[in-house]
């Protein structure tokens, strides 16, 4: 079992930046990951990270201005978002998988956080 919460979520002009945080614990996880979610909208991916070697992906949307980070020896992963625009606007989950094959889709994924809102204003 693996529990996640994510903190850092708020509201900032568009321009701005934020970061959020994951704290994970539990069984030894190999990927993490953040996704998004608008009401109406499937799930999306914003950008993971392997836990081990610290290679990272991410959505073409967010390429250049989110940043992921990890800190092993606290279990903490971190998603810094620069430029933020109206349209990051979303509830963002963290989430950890035990396999970390697949990273950019919904269903590698075995564990997620409660999501923390992020709004940014025009």
């Known amino acids: 079992q693996v529990q996640l919460v994510e903190s850092g979520g708020g509201l900032v002009q568009a321009g701005g930046s934020l970061r959020l945080s994951c704290a994970a614990s539990?069984?030894?996880?190999?990927?993490m990951g953040w996704f998004r979610q608008t009401p109406g909208k499937e799930r999306e991916f914003v950008a993971a990270?392997?836990?081990?070697?610290?290679?990272?992906y991410y959505a073409d949307s967010v390429k250049g201005r989110f940043f992921i980070s990890r800190d092993n020896a606290k279990n903490l992963v971190y998603l810094q978002m620069n430029s933020l625009k109206p349209d990051d606007t979303a509830v963002y989950y963290c989430?950890?998988?035990?396999?970390?094959?697949?990273?950019?889709?919904?269903?590698?994924?075995?564990?997620w956080g409660q999501g923390t809102q992020v709004t940014v204003s025009s």
């Open positions: 989430a950890a998988s035990t396999r970390f094959t697949a990273v950019k889709i919904i269903e590698e994924y075995d564990y």
């Open positions: 539990g069984r030894t996880i190999y990927g």
């Open positions: 990270i392997n836990w081990s070697g610290g290679r990272t």
